[in-house]
């Protein structure tokens, strides 16, 4: 087999077993799987087609002047490559998924199945609304329920997902401002302890940017906020709970102060799913919020997507959110506004978001989530994940630094820090380890304002059994690195791949087949 010239194929670690080499590079089920181009021959093809009938050509200098160099292969061993590939995968069908700030938890099968009823899934957004009422109910029913979930005025569905959220809730302040004349206002309070996308919305949006320091429990601190209020501070964008995984126990007292001052207040909502029936976010004095479907509503997260970033807004921004959104008449009858409809009805929308009505399988899962689980059902799933992040805190804080334990109980995930381990030992030899142990590794070195930071959320789905798999592995890899165990400097051993240097990898990526005689797709 000849091996890709273009990039680095490193060897399965000698560490994943004993014996011999085999004929194969195969060792039992670990396979040593080819790209497709190296099973693949560009001479051949996995079906048999009839030659064409003689036509005109119409290419001109378009047309190829050597073969296309795609592999061809047989469906069996197309169907076995991408199998293959798949079983090297970490899903969370496997296991616990321990990503922190990510929310990646079981996605019921039911909720796939609802998606898949041929009314949602395959209409279409230009369809007359007399034939697409199902579906304009539910993304009605799903705006109630968040409504009454946040203690919010409206809601706007169409956002597509966290960051895009955002930018609406921030586009909305930015219209009210205007209206009441204040467009001077151009500086967007954020602190240290906010998702990172915030800062970056608000500089996309047009807003400079200030930092808020974090007391040193890891909350904001009030006083800091207080002082830089001004007549130029158009609002706050706060995480709550924060990427450190703490409640925000000042946030109505903080959204008192900032509309005092003219200003308002928006609320990260990507970690909603530890307060869900706990905590209204409207009682708090959130202005706008945005709610991630994908994480919160147990939606697919993760690969490119699809998302949904719904945004609830309180009275005083209501009236700029948005356009579309939908219209439920006395008739039980629904109707979506739009520009040609909206009339006077609201005349102060910002605009619209995207071309259409948002993402119609996340409103369908997140719906199926809602109504399954029912008000008391949300309520105790919020409470579970939280439980669940103490129980991982508390199992091992006297192995493993936790900055915050002191801080009163954390939300639905649970920070570590590097502090404690040994010279030459790093968070990252900490994850590698995981991955021996058969779990992906917990989001490592963010938050920034933890050094070394490893961020664990095991989300409400995770049984205790599981939970005290997943402790007595991250107990024994920070044991092991404590007693200077060099062997977990070069960690994974059992995996397909031995670590890889990073570094390279990001500065010199080889993403792309290159063969080592290209063809030409089209004359010069």
Same mark, same amino acid.
């Given at each position: 087999?000849?091996?890709?010239?273009?990039?680095?194929?490193?060897?399965?670690?000698?560490?994943?077993?004993?014996?011999?080499?085999?004929?194969?590079?195969?060792?039992?089920?670990?396979?040593?799987?080819?790209?497709?181009?190296?099973?693949?021959?560009?001479?051949?093809?996995?079906?048999?087609?009839?030659?064409?009938?003689?036509?005109?050509?119409?290419?001109?200098?378009?047309?190829?002047?050597?073969?296309?160099?795609?592999?061809?292969?047989?469906?069996?061993?197309?169907?076995?490559?991408?199998?293959?590939?798949?079983?090297?995968?970490?899903?969370?069908?496997?296991?616990?998924?321990?990503?922190?700030?990510?929310?990646?938890?079981?996605?019921?099968?039911?909720?796939?199945?609802?998606?898949?009823?041929?009314?949602?899934?395959?209409?279409?957004?230009?369809?007359?609304?007399?034939?697409?009422?199902?579906?304009?109910?539910?993304?009605?029913?799903?705006?109630?329920?968040?409504?009454?979930?946040?203690?919010?005025?409206?809601?706007?569905?169409?956002?597509?997902?966290?960051?895009?959220?955002?930018?609406?809730?921030?586009?909305?302040?930015?219209?009210?401002?205007?209206?009441?004349?204040?467009?001077?206002?151009?500086?967007?309070?954020?602190?240290?302890?906010?998702?990172?996308?915030?800062?970056?919305?608000?500089?996309?949006?047009?807003?400079?940017?200030?930092?808020?320091?974090?007391?040193?429990?890891?909350?904001?601190?009030?006083?800091?906020?207080?002082?830089?209020?001004?007549?130029?501070?158009?609002?706050?964008?706060?995480?709550?709970?924060?990427?450190?995984?703490?409640?925000?126990?000042?946030?109505?007292?903080?959204?008192?102060?900032?509309?005092?001052?003219?200003?308002?207040?928006?609320?990260?909502?990507?970690?909603?799913?530890?307060?869900?029936?706990?905590?209204?976010?409207?009682?708090?004095?959130?202005?706008?919020?945005?709610?991630?479907?994908?994480?919160?509503?147990?939606?697919?997260?993760?690969?490119?997507?699809?998302?949904?970033?719904?945004?609830?807004?309180?009275?005083?921004?209501?009236?700029?959110?948005?356009?579309?959104?939908?219209?439920?008449?006395?008739?039980?009858?629904?109707?979506?506004?739009?520009?040609?409809?909206? #009339?006077?009805? *609201? /005349?102060? $929308?910002?605009?619209?978001?995207?071309?259409? &009505? +948002?993402? !119609?399988?996340?409103?369908?899962?997140?719906?199926?989530?809602?109504?399954?689980?029912?008000?008391?059902?949300?309520?105790?799933?919020?409470?579970?994940?939280?439980?669940?992040?103490?129980?991982?805190?508390?199992?091992?804080?006297?192995?493993?630094?936790?900055?915050?334990?002191?801080?009163?109980?954390?939300?639905?995930?649970?920070?570590?820090?590097?502090?404690?381990?040994?010279?030459?030992?790093?968070?990252?030899?900490?994850?590698?380890?995981?991955?021996? #142990?058969?779990? *992906? /590794?917990? $989001?490592?070195?963010?938050?920034?304002?933890? &050094? +070394?930071? !490893?961020?664990?959320?095991?989300?409400?789905?995770?049984?205790?059994?599981?939970?005290?798999?997943?402790?007595?592995?991250?107990?024994?890899?920070?044991?092991?690195?404590?007693?200077?165990?060099?062997?977990?400097?070069?960690?994974?051993?059992?995996?397909?791949?031995?670590?890889?240097?990073?570094?390279?990898?990001?500065?010199?990526?080889?993403?792309?087949?290159?063969?080592?005689?290209?063809?030409?797709?089209?004359?010069?």
């Amino acid at each position: 087999m000849t091996i890709n010239a273009s990039g680095w194929r490193p060897e399965i670690s000698a560490g994943s077993g004993e014996g011999a080499a085999t004929f194969t590079g195969n060792r039992a089920l670990m396979l040593e799987e080819p790209l497709i181009f190296e099973i693949g021959d560009g001479e051949t093809t996995g079906v048999d087609q009839g030659a064409p009938a003689p036509g005109g050509d119409r290419l001109g200098a378009l047309a190829r002047t050597a073969p296309i160099g795609l592999p061809g292969l047989s469906e069996p061993e197309t169907v076995r490559h991408y199998t293959r590939l798949s079983r090297q995968n970490y899903a969370i069908d496997l296991g616990l998924f321990p990503l922190g700030s990510c929310t990646m938890k079981h996605n019921p099968r039911l909720n796939e199945r609802m998606a898949r009823l041929p009314g949602f899934a395959d209409i279409h957004p230009l369809q007359p609304v007399d034939t697409v009422q199902g579906a304009l109910g539910v993304i009605n029913e799903l705006a109630v329920w968040l409504i009454k979930l946040t203690g919010m005025h409206g809601v706007a569905m169409s956002p597509k997902a966290g960051a895009h959220g955002e930018l609406c809730g921030i586009l909305c302040i930015k219209a009210a401002l205007e209206a009441r004349g204040e467009g001077h206002r151009k500086v967007i309070l954020v602190p240290e302890s906010a998702h990172g996308t915030n800062p970056a919305t608000a500089a996309f949006a047009g807003f400079a940017v200030e930092d808020i320091p974090a007391t040193p429990e890891g909350r904001v601190d009030l006083n800091a906020l207080k002082a830089r209020l001004g007549p130029d501070v158009a609002g706050v964008m706060i995480t709550n709970p924060n990427t450190c995984g703490l409640f925000e126990r000042d946030l109505k007292a903080i959204s008192d102060a900032v509309h005092a001052a003219g200003g308002y207040v928006y609320c990260d909502g990507a970690n909603f799913n530890a307060i869900v029936g706990r905590v209204r976010p409207g009682d708090l004095g959130v202005d706008a919020m945005h709610i991630n479907l994908h994480k919160t509503f147990s939606t697919p997260h993760g690969g490119g997507g699809p998302g949904s970033g719904p945004v609830v807004l309180s009275e005083a921004l209501a009236p700029f959110g948005p356009l579309p959104f939908t219209e439920r008449w006395a008739d039980g009858h629904f109707t979506l506004v739009e520009e040609e409809t909206v #009339e006077d009805r *609201h /005349p102060h $929308t910002f605009g619209r978001m995207t071309a259409f &009505h +948002g993402q !119609m399988g996340m409103f369908t899962r997140a719906l199926t989530y809602i109504l399954s689980h029912g008000a008391d059902g949300l309520r105790q799933a919020a409470e579970d994940a939280v439980l669940n992040a103490n129980y991982i805190l508390r199992s091992l804080e006297d192995v493993l630094d936790a900055p915050f334990a002191a801080s009163g109980p954390c939300m639905h995930e649970v920070l570590f820090s590097d502090s404690g381990l040994p010279d030459g030992f790093s968070t990252l030899d900490i994850a590698k380890g995981l991955i021996d #142990e058969g779990f *992906h /590794p917990m $989001t490592v070195y963010f938050p920034l304002v933890v &050094h +070394g930071a !490893m961020l664990v959320e095991p989300t409400e789905t995770e049984s205790k059994a599981t939970l005290d798999q997943f402790i007595g592995a991250l107990r024994s890899v920070a044991e092991r690195a404590k007693a200077g165990d060099a062997a977990l400097k070069s960690a994974p051993h059992f995996a397909p791949r031995a670590r890889l240097d990073e570094t390279q990898a990001a500065r010199k990526p080889v993403l792309v087949w290159q063969d080592e005689e290209p063809h030409a797709a089209a004359a010069e």
